[in-house]
């Protein structure tokens, strides 16, 4: 079994371009998803940092409409 990647709230928001602000309102207020319904980020605290799942931030950015960034691959 494979090891899970976390981000910290600076890593998460940097990853989406956002601001740790905007991290912390979706984790705790949620936000609506592009069908309009409430969603909030999975987040766990272990030993008083905030930890996000890698693939829980994927989806969850893939929810809100978000997209990866493509130009960096130029194949």
Known sequence: MGYKIYYDILGA???????RHT???????????VDGKKVWLPARIVEGETQINEIDF???L?????????STDES
Not at 62 to 70: I, M, N, P, R
């Open 62 to 70: 893939e929810a809100l409409g978000f997209e990866e960034d493509e």
């Open 13 to 19: 928001a940097a990853y989406a371009g956002v601001t």
């Open 58 to 60: 994927e989806l969850y």
């Open 23 to 33: 991290i912390y309102h979706w984790i705790r207020k949620g936000v609506k998803d």
